[in-house]
Structures are given as C-alpha cells and as structure tokens.
C-alpha cells in the first residue's frame, strides 16, 4: 500500500469517529480497530459498489462495509436518481421495499423507506421478510419507479446486500446502476440524507404496507404457472411426498402454500431450519448450491422416504433439489440439471398442449451447460445467451415484450436461478419450487424419476457434465491477486490445457456477441470443453466455471477431472 493510499484510507476513518451523525456505538466500534491498519484498511479503502447483485459486504462500520450510513447514504443517491428522471407534469416517484430473514434487514428496510420519505417518495413496505421474486412482481404490479430487497441472497451471516430494481422489475442494469453510482457518490457526508420519523411517513401516506393481500396476488399469480393441476387434484399430489427446507429464510410460507394450492398434501417442512434465523445456525452456508445445507433435509427424506427434497436460500431467488438415483440414495441436482429438467417439462407440456409460441425462447447465461439449450432447440425455440446475472435475463425478457420479437418461456442459469412466466423479472425459488414437484410427479405417474429423466436426456443430447471452483481472495489484496489472475490469463492465453487445444478465446472486457462488456474469459476447446474465469460481482472470490460433453457419464467425468485440474494448477500459480 502507498503512503498516499495509507493517508486517504486513515483520513476517511477518522472522518467517521469526529462525524458528529455518526452513533456512539459505531464509533466505539470503530475505536475497537485502532492502530489495526489491515482490518481499517479493509473497512476504509473504497465505498461498496454494485456488482451482478447490487450492493453487498460485510456489516459493520466502515465504507466497505453495509451499515445504516452506508444504506442512508446508497438510499439518497437512489432517491436523487428517481427525483431526477420524475416527469414534467409533477407524478412523484414510489418505491418498493423487501427483506429477507438476515441480522439487520428490518433494520435497514425501514430506514431505506424513511429516506425515501423524507424525499418525498411514497414507498410500499411488506409488514415482514418476503421472497426477492416477490418484490419483483409487487414492483411491476403497483407500477412503481423502482424496487429494493435488503438480502445477501446465500452468502455467509456476516453479509448483508441492498439490491435495487428500476419500473420493469429488473435488477438495475449497468447503464442504470452507473447513475446511481454516480448519484450516490454525489452524496458527500451524511448531513445530506433526509430522514423523517415513521410516524411522519405514515401520517403523510409516504410509508404504506403491504400484507396478506398483496401475498395473495403473488400466490395466485405463481399458482398460475401450474401445467398439471388436474394430474395433482386426480391423487398424485396426495401420495407424492416432499422434504422441504427453507433454510432460515423466507421461502417456508409462498413455498408451502403454493404446494398446498396446486395439490400437493405430502409436504414435510424440516423443523430445525423452518423459522427465520439470520445466524443460520444450523448450516455453515444458507446455500442450496451446497450438499451440506441438505444434510437435515435428507436425513428427514429418508425418515419419510420423500420423493423429492427441495431447498431455498434466505431471499428465495434460488432453489436446489435432491432426488434418488438408481440405487435409491438421494443426489443433490446441479443448477443445470435441474434447469434442463424444467426446460424439457415446460416445453414438452405446452407441446403436447398446443400452446408452444412458434417463437419461443429460453433464456440463459454464458456459464450455462448446453443441454438445457440443446432441449430447447429439439422444441424449435430458440436460445439466448446472457452475461451472468439473472437481471441480463429480465432484460431480455422485457426488450421482447416489447418488441414481440419472441415469447419468453423460461429462463435459468446455472446458479440454481430459474423463471417461467412474465409476472416477474428476476430468477424465482417459489415457482421453480412447484415446477420441479409437479414435473417429479408427473414423471412419477409414468413409473420414472427425475433422475431417469436425466439420464434419458444424456442418452439423446449427449454427457453434459459442468462443475465451478472458486477461490476467495479477501480485502485489497485479494482484488489485487484476482485482477493479476485476470491479467495473466489475458496476457497469456494458454495453446493447449490438459492435452486439448484451445480453439477460441471469448474476452467479453472487450463486448462480444452484442453483449457488454464484462471482464469475464471463456476458452472454447477443440473437443468441444470450455472453461471461464469471472470475477464474483458479489464475493471477494474469482470463479472458474467449467464443462464437457461426452458419450458416457465416466468419460465425461474423466474429461471434466483432467480439465479442472490443468485450469486450476495454473489459476493458482496466477496469484
């Protein structure tokens, strides 16, 4: 660190402890770190920044770091942006507001409506933590200027996330999140974010909350997205059974009354993770991605012998399944198995229903498994790629809403994010949730399992194995080696790993196939692999994303084995 670096760092630090708005027990915090120069470092070297998921960090004091000044002061500068584009004839701007099960959520929901207040802004606030994918729809259904969730989506306990979301439901897109970024930063000290009382807000009709009712909307709407309601009220759902977990967060209610309205009687909730928890105590990650957050779930599966496990992350946005392979032990799908499963079931059941779109597209992301893209395609759809993301996706679905240009049946990436139907524009757990129980059960009535499904589908589409490794740099270090990882393989792309020629290398910092730029690197093979490094736009860790394509699952795995291992050794030597 240069001494230039060093001054500015130590001057924003004590700038927060002589801030006469700053809290005692902040600065009592703050007092605690003196004289550590890594940890006042880490709090101090630069403001959060909006990545893929909007703003995210750890909490406590400091620039770096999600606490109420930090939430004030991004809520000011969101609020200038709306004020700034309001229309002539003097319509003011509204803004809804969610949160998940995390420490401090509440907290920083209620703040964020009482800055809006103060602006002048109307804000609706759900009364308690609700879905992501809710507050997408809510957005969309009161024809709001924009929408927040308080959430760090899976990340550990310590995190915490402010995502901001513009009039179509869509996460800020980048153009947009500029703006506020550039708003925000214009906000200079915290005597400049307005703030009025609850009672004020809800005296002035500024602050208004949502409850049953606007639940009940949402329900129904995902309910809506059934494509065999009549198989489920015939028995099926009755004897069909699920293992559910929310793990401590918000998906228990939406999931299990979704499930109950669309037939399925079966359900069993796994206790000990059933109630809100922002510790997530009994998970060392709130993470369906993760066989370890299933490991209550499965043991209640085989007490039950449940047909289907099923699991969400603490805002909802994404969900993960587990289910029985040949020898009756319980696997946990991948994201892009299961969202192969879900393109084959939607597109097969509008199919067979006369109602698939001559010009129908599925939607995904360029870290995505080309099976779900090959399935598409044997429908006829066609198939869009995005940047990771899933607010690339709303995007899209909303330039085809409005052009016509084609009709939006799923989309999915292979994070465990996945849409069908329009009502929203950001990935949701509660719809994938009925989704994949009710394509189990209808499989199920034909004597199968999703797994047989699955295998079903590499039988005709080809081996399609993929896997993701990530390492986890933290603190100015930690950017530094991942931008040097970054930079080498740039530099220096490899000719051959693992014995294959590399025929391609996709560098999307540069724009490539019409979409932004983004400082994410794709190396296609010669025998038809490829791997991509990206920077998480949500973690202090840099990704690497892989996938092949055999004619057995074990030559498959042995190919994805050889890949990982050349790709890694050489990640690793980058730092």
Not at 10 to 18: C, D, P
Not at 44 to 71: H, S
Not at 462 to 491: H, P
Not at 517 to 526: F, G, T
Request: hydrophobic share 35%.
């Amino acid at each position: 660190m240069t001494n230039s670096t060093n001054n500015a760092v130590i001057a924003k630090y004590e700038a927060w402890l002589n801030d006469p708005i700053i809290d005692a027990a902040t600065k009592e915090e703050l007092r605690g770190i003196a004289g550590q120069e890594k940890e006042i470092t880490d709090r101090f070297y630069r403001d959060l920044e909006f990545g893929t998921g909007g703003l995210r960090g750890v909490m406590g004091a400091g620039t770096n770091r999600l606490n109420a000044y930090t939430v004030g002061k991004a809520t000011q500068g969101l609020a200038n942006w709306l004020l700034s584009g309001a229309t002539a004839d003097g319509t003011r701007p509204s803004v809804v507001i969610a949160h998940d099960s995390r420490n401090h959520s509440p907290e920083f929901a209620l703040d964020s409506a009482l800055v809006l207040a103060g602006n002048g802004i109307t804000t609706y606030l759900f009364s308690a933590l609700r879905p992501t994918p809710q507050l997408s729809y809510a957005v969309r259904a009161l024809n709001a200027s924009s929408g927040i969730v308080i959430t760090a989506s899976h990340n550990p306990p310590e995190y915490n996330g402010y995502k901001a979301y513009g009039a179509d439901g869509c996460q800020l897109i980048p153009e947009e999140a500029e703006q506020v970024i550039t708003s925000i930063g214009q906000v200079t000290g915290f005597d400049e974010v307005k703030r009025i009382s609850r009672e004020e807000a809800e005296a002035q009709g500024l602050l208004r909350w949502l409850g049953e009712e606007a639940d009940q909307q949402y329900i129904d709407t995902v309910v809506a997205q059934s494509l065999n309601a009549d198989l489920l009220k015939d028995g099926i759902g009755e004897k069909f059974s699920v293992v559910f977990t929310p793990l401590h967060g918000t998906g228990n209610m939406p999931i299990r009354e979704v499930l109950k309205q669309v037939g399925f009687s079966n359900v069993h909730i796994v206790p000990e993770q059933e109630q809100p928890d922002g510790y997530f105590s009994t998970v060392k990650s709130p993470n369906p991605e993760e066989r370890e957050a299933f490991t209550l779930a499965i043991q209640l599966g085989q007490q039950v012998d449940a047909d289907i496990i099923i699991g969400t992350d603490p805002d909802a946005d994404r969900m993960g399944a587990v289910v029985k392979n040949n020898e009756g032990e319980y696997v946990v799908l991948t994201g892009n198995q299961s969202g192969a499963l879900m393109v084959h079931y939607v597109l097969s059941q509008l199919k067979e229903r006369g109602q698939l779109p001559d010009n129908g597209v599925v939607i995904k992301t360029i870290v995505t498994s080309e099976l779900g893209a090959d399935i598409a395609r044997s429908y006829g759809a066609a198939v869009e790629n995005t940047l990771t993301g899933f607010k690339y996706i709303g995007e899209k679905m909303t330039q085809y809403e409005q052009t016509g240009e084609h009709s939006f049946l799923f989309g999915y990436e292979e994070s465990y994010g996945y849409l069908t139907g329009t009502y929203a524009r950001d990935k949701d757990a509660i719809v994938a949730a009925l989704l994949i129980c009710e394509a189990a059960a209808y499989y199920s009535s034909q004597g199968k399992t999703l797994y047989d499904v699955l295998q079903e589908l590499y039988a005709k589409f080809g081996f399609y194995l993929e896997a993701l490794e990530s390492r986890t740099l933290k603190g100015l270090d930690g950017v530094q080696k991942i931008a040097a990882i970054m930079n080498d393989w740039r530099q220096n792309p490899p000719v051959e790993i693992g014995g294959v020629k590399v025929e391609s290398v996709l560098d999307y910092g540069k724009g490539h196939d019409g979409l932004r730029p983004e400082n994410v690197l794709k190396y296609l093979l010669e025998d038809g692999s490829w791997f991509c490094l990206r920077p998480s736009g949500t973690e202090p860790k840099i990704k690497v994303y892989f996938g092949v394509k055999g004619e057995s699952n074990d030559t498959a795995a042995a190919a994805l084995q050889t890949l990982r291992t050349a790709v890694m050794e050489r990640v690793d030597r980058s730092e």
